[in-house]
């Protein structure tokens, strides 16, 4: 069973920056991709960025320019670097693998 485990939530200001890392631990036979999605309170969740095995990139219009994804495909691990945090960002943030797997979550509160 792959389980993904995501850290690096917390509370930050608008304009600040926050690094999520998760780790997918388990019997991995081959991760073809991995990608972050969030949830704000009342809201259906939705793609932040995907992240292949070849390294093909696809983020969200709402985050372009301001969120970067990468891999440590060794580590067989996926980073969310976010900078220029918005209030609207504030949602709880989901590491997926290969489109199947969900870890738990880490909340992400952007608030002055």
């Known amino acids: 069973q792959v389980q993904p485990v995501e850290s690096g939530g917390g509370s930050v200001q608008p304009g600040g920056s926050l690094r999520l890392s998760c780790v997918a631990s388990?019997?991995?036979?081959?991760?073809?991709?991995m990608g972050w999605f969030r949830q704000a309170p009342g809201k259906q969740r939705e793609l932040v960025a995907t992240i292949t095995a070849g390294g093909r990139i696809r983020y969200a219009d709402s985050v372009k320019d301001r969120f970067t994804i990468s891999k440590d495909s060794a580590k067989n691990t996926v980073y969310l670097q976010m900078d220029s945090l918005k209030a609207e960002d504030t949602a709880v943030y989901y590491c997926?693998?290969?489109?199947?797997?969900w870890g738990k979550g880490t909340l992400v509160t952007v608030s002055s």
């Open positions: 997926n693998i290969n489109d199947y797997y």
């Open positions: 388990g019997s991995i036979f081959s991760i073809v991709v």
